[in-house]
């Protein structure tokens, strides 16, 4: 049986190590261990690591504005999906974002990402064609 349990800080470099393996799940310099603790401490209690036999097989990062929720670099194990997990940790996030009262949530799926796509629609998301993401950057070191 897998464990769900709030992300800590020493967790990081694991959750990492796993996303960094995650065809479709892309990561920026701003995915340091200091930036994933900053956004941790921002969104305490938010975010959510799966472990299985003591080894880390999941995690998601959740956080919110005050209005948005918003979850970052959702992944599960290759070896262990299917098994419920990936939907079990996001309603694990939208369970306590909701308790913050956050009534809507989103994530980023890279276009590219197809088995992505697929896991989201499985689990009730709705893709969003009037909305195009543009972004910029203020500092090349914090992107």
Do not use: Q
């Not at 920026?28 to 975010?47: A, Q, T, V």
């Not at 009730?124 to 203020?138: K, L, S």
């Amino acid at each position: 049986m897998y464990d769900l349990r709030p992300m800590t800080a020493a967790e990081i470099p694991d959750a990492l190590a796993l996303w960094r393996g995650m065809p479709g799940l892309s990561l920026f310099p701003s995915d340091s261990p200091d930036g994933i603790s900053r956004y941790l401490e921002r969104n305490p209690g938010l975010s959510v690591i799966c472990r299985l036999d003591g080894v880390i097989v999941g995690a998601a990062l959740a956080g919110h504005d005050g209005r948005r929720g918003w979850l970052h670099h959702v992944a599960v194990a290759a070896g262990v999906r299917l098994r419920g997990i990936g939907r079990a940790m996001v309603e694990w996030c939208l369970a306590r974002l909701t308790a913050h009262g956050i009534g809507r949530c989103h994530i980023f799926v890279n276009a590219d990402n197809a088995d992505g796509k697929v896991f989201w629609r499985h689990v009730g998301w709705d893709d969003r064609p009037n909305v195009h993401v543009m972004a910029i950057t203020t500092n090349p070191d914090r992107v």
